[in-house]
């Protein structure tokens, strides 16, 4: 029986590799200046963080007439947002717990950054549920807390109240795995201070370190309860966006109370979330130098990654479309056909083209290698997505049963502001997470690296 | 590979154990093998990321944790269920869409949520708290190559206070496993840095007292004796552009908000047309007269029964408004004239039971029609107020039944009492 | 993550030898034996063949559902570059290889519908015709559920199986003379659209086969839960599988219990898949609460039905779903066994709670006019679980000419011995 070390290394040169990984990574936050084109994308990321501030201000001080909701199509810009975002921090979890139980090393260049991502996406998302309820500073009603009204308790047999208790759960889990991840990084950062004689800086990232030392004792229990939180992480990313699709799938309309919705919605959701990723990291890998740590086989393989889970989504509007027909119900029908040549067929139109047809080049292995394609192909079906649920929200409100109740459907500027306002609240906590933390899980990357099975049995001998 | 033992300093604290350096995780791996198999426990190896093959070698069993994190998730699960039974199928239960109030299948979601909300934090705080962590600082925190853990350097520290610790015969074993450094790592002398900086304790202590401040303001506020109106921050809808009832109104002359009713007009539910239900009445051509029996049906078009439902709430009803004159037995003795002979007076309501005497005097109430009773409830008579205002028409018919029940109850033959129940009588 | 490899040990056996015609003997027996059983008590049962009918659906879904679970590890493997699976990959080679003669063995079905047998599939049924009766069926019934288009989709579905699994086990074999790891390519580049055509083709056989036993019923997601369950029961096959082929001594060396902690995964896995997409069809139909979904679960939450649903919660989920969940349930032989078999036995509970509520069609009379409603009608007491021994000897009948067809292919070398990540799969080890 023979047993053969993959790479075999010289004393010294595995510490090297060590090292280089630590400085590309630290030296991102620990750059004197930041970067011109950081500033400027964070003086834009800003500006529209404001114009999302003052859209909820006039929000809150006027009332929800400010948007363009109304009585048939009461669910519109908002939830369609809510789920958008709720949708793009799922890649997050993905890369971050999924890939970490199949084993796929390659996750370790990104996760910390997906990670980042949902938690400010979720962050982002879960602002409109709160502010879509009128009179948010009544939001607290919806925890079950004892009151003078009786008490009156909430209704948890209401898929809204699911989406409470699912979103929040996966925002604490988010959070807790993403700085428990954090933590041997921010001790590197301590260290790094320390050596370096910033004294504030290194008592920061001390008390965020824990006083994390690398004891091997530790490890053991941090592996076994990173595991299990990716473990957990796992079922809780498909409750949630099934939940978040149960909130339409409980009801009766037609298009929406279908059976598929729950994969249907988590698939969608890994497929934007994955875009997400790669329309942050592909700019920052550039400006910041990371290509050998980003590879771009890793790039190539979310673009695959994409295109999966597209076909899943593709497959679920043929199913729907089928059983549709199969199921005799002729508003189930009609509700389709007014997707496709009722009023919103140019954003059906949207979707289909983007959600169906645009991962369909990521079959070609150059446009997989051709980073500033895959940039807009990722856009696209961003864009894809938000008309996707759009589509089913807008549809089905606007063409429901009675002819008579029939509506049309205008946003607002304020609906917009928002929606941007998100947007530049999602890129600004991102740019800052980049400037302050460890992008990269640093201890992660080294742990997965060849050089970690140095000095292994096969090189024994080898020194002295 | 050349190896460099430090000799301690001047001034140094007690020795605390050892710091020996490696280069590659190999090497960590095999030595920490070799000092386990030497039967020291009190040693612990540091990395920058796990290393594979670690935990056996060191001889660490496996943690428990796991099984604690299973009971915290199935206490969140059966805490979520339970927190739904409680709050919708027992302390205040709707109708939800004609759902069970305990509906299993719609009460899976949060339970499941709550399940792994709950093994996620036991997750989390547990491995933390078992790792005994946060200890912002640690002896091998004071050896300046020890930075570089979290870098690219191996370390096994072996503590002093192990059995089989000495310090030649451990250094030389850990430098035959392949160290290339290994040093003594002494305590500060200086007790007072054995302890918290004071300046940290000062914040702590300083910080929470601030926390709290929010918590006592609202605990004040909720005991408040101020006369002035609640301060509203979000006004919603408590103040309202509409006038109510009794506010004053500059535009009319009278500069009363309230117009009175309007001519000509009835409010639903006020027009009362039916003159049998409603005045007790029969009209025809010939003109109205006191009905002698009861409505045929209540305005809503149900059938007017009486039965024991209805002398029941007439019995009820009749309690409540009229025996404080007319007394329960009807004899027309109730509270009222009782408290006038208490201030020398006398008077009596009407005995509503007797039937008339010999010469056809008294027993008014037993000879007047149902409507006239009905309408003498309605209306009064002499120092009877009328009870229209507080008493419904379908009570004042029920009274009027039960008014009748006692009459014939009082003013029975033996005849009448039925045939099970005569033996009852002495 | 170990980047180890291992050479495949000297003294590994890794030829079939005799071992596929034993299978082969062994599954010939079976299905014989069982199945005169099965036509005597089929014929006995006196309703016109129809139990015996329903059970072979049932047992014929089972049977299909072994080599569909394993053909999607075989795409999957190749398309994400798996490494683990290796090892095992070619014993879920031989498992898909039985598509053929699974196929053949379902015609029976096709053969009795093209000829006009009516008690089976209510829509094949002439009252099914009746406008007045069933309004919202029509459309299909000439479009759709006729029996050339079924039996035309039928074959078609077996020729995509078939076509597919015979490509990807042909090229693993002539990467055993060759060792070419451009072959790895080709099949990671097939992989991909090889997947879409499964996806399509599995969604359509669960609608076609086993949802239009109740024609008036639908659910977008039933593609999706039959897929979950023919994984459970493929993930327990292969586990028994695998130990058997090891107890016959050989691949002794290579396959180990980290081999079968991932299978163990897989199934526990799937187990909660099957059931998140159990509970979202159960959950949103009964939340809905619209009639023509609700009927489907109607007859199965209350009357005697009530029963074996609770049975599959707790026996094909919460059961195995909290004991899969540790460690050692799926390395040591005897438990991996057990809940390969327990599994499996629930799968075919489940498929068999898929449809025989169904087996109960209502009949009324109009005078003397005979008017069949169809399925799930009527009084719940009509509805009996009535568990009878056909149901059995079908079940074990065509479990047999599974046996014999995974026998059949059962021959050459019983693991990828030139493949190029054989040593890592052979090296693999657990987190």
């Keep these: 029986m023979s047993t053969e070390a993959a790479v075999v290394h010289e004393p010294g040169k595995a510490r090297e590799a060590f090292r280089a990984i630590t400085r590309d990574v630290s030296s991102v936050a620990e750059a004197q200046k930041p970067h011109k084109l950081w500033l400027v994308a964070l003086a834009i990321a800003v500006t529209a963080f404001l114009i999302g501030v003052y859209s909820v201000y006039v929000l809150v001080t006027t009332g929800i007439g400010v948007w363009g909701n109304h009585n048939m199509v009461d669910w519109a810009w908002d939830i369609t947002n809510f789920v958008w975002w709720i949708g793009i921090g799922h890649a997050g979890t993905l890369i971050s717990a999924v890939l970490y139980l199949t084993r796929q090393t390659w996750r370790v260049s990104i996760n910390r950054a997906a990670e980042a991502m949902t938690i400010f996406a979720v962050m982002c998302a879960g602002l409109f549920p709160l502010l879509h309820t009128g009179r948010p500073w009544f939001a607290w009603w919806m925890l079950p807390l004892p009151n003078d009204m009786g008490s009156m308790w909430p209704q948890f047999r209401s898929p809204l109240m699911w989406d409470v208790f699912a979103v929040s759960t996966y925002l604490t889990v988010s959070i807790l795995f993403w700085y428990m991840g954090m933590v041997p990084d921010l001790a590197t950062f301590r260290d790094r201070c320390a050596m370096q004689g910033k004294k504030i800086r290194a008592i920061i990232y001390g008390v965020l370190s824990l006083g994390w030392r690398g004891s091997a004792r530790h490890w053991h229990r941090y592996e076994r309860a990173y595991l299990i939180l990716a473990g957990l992480s796992t079922p809780l990313v498909f409750s949630v966006h099934s939940v978040v699709s149960f909130d339409f799938a409980t009801s009766q309309l037609p298009g929406w109370h279908t059976t598929i919705f729950p994969p249907y919605f988590v698939a969608g959701a890994i497929f934007s979330g994955f875009a997400m990723v790669l329309t942050l990291l592909l700019p920052l890998r550039f400006l910041f130098n990371l290509q050998h740590i980003i590879k771009q086989e890793h790039i190539g393989a979310m673009c695959k990654i994409m295109l999966g889970t597209g076909m899943m989504v593709g497959i679920a509007y043929a199913t729907e479309f089928f059983i549709a027909w199969y199921s005799g119900n002729p508003f189930e029908l009609f509700a389709f056909r007014s997707r496709a040549f009722g009023p919103f067929w140019w954003a059906y139109f949207a979707m289909v083209s983007c959600n169906v047809l645009v991962p369909q080049f990521f079959w070609v292995k150059w446009v997989r290698n051709n980073n500033i394609l895959i940039w807009v192909l990722c856009i696209l079906i961003n864009v894809g997505m938000w008309f996707e649920r759009f589509v089913i929200i807008a549809t089905s409100l606007a063409r429901s049963f009675l002819p008579s109740a029939w509506a049309h459907y205008h946003p607002t500027r304020y609906d917009v502001g928002l929606f941007v306002g998100t947007i530049g609240m999602f890129v600004m906590f991102f740019l800052l997470f980049f400037r302050f933390l460890p992008v990269i899980a640093m201890s992660e990357v080294k742990g997965a690296s060849p050089e970690a099975h140095a000095g292994g049995p096969a090189t024994k001998g080898g020194h002295h | 590979m050349a190896t460099e033992i430090e000799t301690n300093g001047n001034g140094e604290g007690e020795l605390y154990g050892l710091l020996a350096e490696f280069d590659t995780p190999g090497e960590l791996v095999e030595a920490a093998r070799k000092v386990h198999d030497a039967g020291i426990t009190e040693f612990d190896c540091y990395s920058p990321f796990p290393v594979h093959g670690i935990d056996p070698a060191m001889g660490i069993k496996r943690t428990i944790l796991p099984l604690i994190i299973f009971g915290g998730g199935f206490s969140g699960a059966m805490g979520g269920l339970a927190l739904q039974w409680y709050c919708n199928a027992h302390a205040w239960t709707w109708n939800i869409s004609g759902k069970p109030t305990w509906s299993i299948p719609a009460n899976i979601p949060v339970a499941y949520e709550c399940a792994i909300l709950i093994a996620a934090l036991t997750s989390f705080l547990g491995m933390w708290i078992f790792n005994k962590l946060p200890q912002v600082w640690h002896p091998f925190f004071r050896r300046d190559r020890f930075a570089h853990v979290t870098d690219d350097a191996f370390f096994i520290g072996i503590e002093a206070r192990d059995r089989r610790f000495d310090q030649d015969k451990t250094t030389k074993l850990l430098q035959d496993a392949g160290a290339i450094n290994v040093e003594n790592v002494y305590l500060d002398p200086d007790p007072a840095k054995k302890q918290m900086p004071k300046w940290i304790t000062a914040f702590i202590v300083a910080s929470t007292a601030f926390a709290l401040v929010p918590f006592a303001i609202a605990a004040k506020a909720r005991n408040s004796k101020s006369t002035e109106p609640h301060i509203h921050i979000f006004p919603d809808m408590d103040y309202q552009p509409k006038y109510k009832s009794d506010q004053m109104m500059d535009v009319f002359a009278d500069e009363r908000a309230n117009r009175g009713e309007i001519q000509g007009t009835v409010a639903r539910g006020w027009l009362t047309t039916d003159d049998l239900f409603y005045r007790g009445l029969e009209t025809s051509e010939a003109g109205a007269k006191w009905t002698t029996a009861f409505p045929k049906t209540y305005p809503d078009g149900r059938p007017f029964v009486v039965d024991m439902d209805l002398l029941q709430r007439g019995r009820n009803r009749f309690e409540i408004y009229c025996t404080p004159c007319h007394g329960y037995d009807g004899r027309g003795n109730g509270m009222i004239p009782e408290r006038v002979k208490l201030t020398g007076g006398l008077w009596q309501a009407r005995n509503l039971i007797e039937a008339p005497d010999k010469d056809g005097k008294g027993g008014v109430a037993v000879q007047m029609p149902n409507g006239q009773l009905f309408n003498t409830i309605s209306n009064g008579y002499n120092t009877m107020m009328g009870y229209a205002a507080q008493i419904p028409h379908a009570d004042r018919w029920a009274i009027v039944a039960y008014v009748r029940a006692l009459q014939r109850a009082q003013n029975a033959a033996q005849t009448d009492i039925p045939a099970d129940q005569q033996g009852s009588l002495r | ?431």
């Excluded at chain 3, 062994?26 to 036509?39: D, E, H, R």
């Excluded at chain 3, 086969?209 to 997601?221: D, E, F, G, N, R």
Aim: charged share 15%.
């Design chain 3, 1 to 431: 993550m170990s980047a180890l490899t291992k050479s495949l040990h000297p003294d590994d056996k890794v030829k079939a030898g005799k071992l596929g015609s034993g299978m082969v003997k062994v599954g010939i027996g079976l299905a014989a034996l069982f199945g005169i059983l099965s036509i005597i008590l089929g014929a006995v049962h006196g309703d016109n063949w129809k139990r015996f009918f329903y059970a072979y659906v049932i047992g014929w879904m089972f049977i299909v559902s072994i080599p569909i679970g394993m053909l999607w590890l075989v795409l999957l493997h190749h398309l994400v570059r798996g490494r683990w699976a290796t090892a095992v990959r070619r014993l879920c080679e031989c498992m898909t290889l039985a598509f053929p003669v699974v196929f053949i063995f379902g015609l029976p079905i096709i053969i009795a519908l093209l000829a006009g047998y009516s008690d089976l599939y209510y829509w094949n049924h002439p009252d099914a015709r009746n406008a007045a009766l069933n309004p919202h069926m029509q459309h299909k019934l000439s479009a759709w559920l006729t029996p050339f288009w079924f039996a035309f989709r039928f074959v078609v579905y077996g020729a995509i199986y078939t076509g597919i699994s015979m490509y990807f086990a042909k090229k693993s074999r002539e990467q055993d003379d060759s060792g070419d790891p451009k072959i790895s390519d080709r099949m990671r580049i097939a992989s991909g659209p090889a997947m879409i055509l499964y996806a399509f083709t599995t969604c359509a056989l669960a609608f076609d086969v086993l949802m239009s036993i109740a024609p008036k019923w639908y659910s977008t997601i039933y593609g999706v839960g039959y897929w979950a369950t023919s994984e459970v029961g493929a993930f327990s096959a292969l586990a028994l599988l695998v130990l058997w082929v090891q107890r016959n001594g050989r691949l002794v060396h290579s396959i180990n219990e980290e081999h079968y902690h991932d299978i163990g995964k897989w199934n526990f896995s799937f187990t909660f898949f099957w059931a998140y997409t159990a509970f979202s069809q159960f959950m949103l139909q009964w939340y809905g609460n619209m009639p023509e979904e609700t009927v489907w679960y109607k007859y199965r939450m209350f009357g005697e039905w009530q029963w074996v649903s609770i049975a599959i919660l707790v026996g094909y989920w919460a059961f195995p779903f909290v004991f899969l969940m540790s460690r050692w349930t799926k390395r040591i032989v005897p438990s991996l066994v057990f809940f390969s078999v327990w599994q499996l036995a629930f799968h075919w509970l489940n498929l068999y709670w898929n449809a025989m509520p169904s087996y109960d069609w209502e009949v009324t009379y109009e005078g003397t006019q005979k008017l069949v409603q169809g399925p799930l009608m009527g009084s719940l007491a009509h509805h009996h679980v009535g568990l009878s021994a056909v149901d059995f000897t079908v079940w074990i009948a065509l479990v047999g000419v599974l046996i014999a067809a995974i026998g059949r292919n059962l021959t050459g070398n019983l693991i990828p011995t030139k493949d190029p990540t054989l040593g890592m799969s052979l090296a693999h080890e657990q987190l």
